[in-house]
């Protein structure tokens, strides 16, 4: 059974941290890639990074590029978004998401998704 678990959120004052964590199982694909994408309250959702679990090369959205990275740890079949600058707008439910093949922005996509975490950024 294919399964992801998100979890790390929580509130946060502008320009904090936080680490995202998604635990994946029952993956066996060759070609994984696993989303992050947030979604605010009466927004679409969007995609904010992407990791390519083969060799671990990582995608932003230009909204996130320079204060979150995205990484795996395949021993653990975890994947990590550290947040870290953190802003109002970052507000949302986060959740990661699973695809084969190529990275895409686009949550049409994925085929296999989290239950979300929510992430709030206020002072």
């Known amino acids: 059974q294919l399964q992801l678990v998100e979890s790390g959120g929580g509130l946060v004052q502008p320009g904090g941290s936080l680490r995202l964590s998604c635990i994946t199982s029952g993956f066996t694909s060759d070609d994984l890639i696993i989303g992050w994408f947030r979604q605010a309250p009466g927004k679409e959702r969007e995609g904010v990074s992407f990791?390519?679990?083969?060799?671990?090369?990582?995608h932003y959205d230009d909204s996130v590029k320079g204060r979150f990275s995205i990484s795996r740890d395949n021993s653990k079949n975890t994947v990590y978004l550290q947040m870290n600058s953190l802003k109002p707008e970052d507000t949302g439910v986060y959740y990661c998401a699973a695809k084969d093949g190529e990275v895409d922005m686009s949550d049409y996509y994925y085929t296999t998704w989290g239950q979300g975490t929510q992430v709030t950024v206020s002072s």
């Open positions: 990791i390519e679990i083969r060799d671990g090369s990582g």
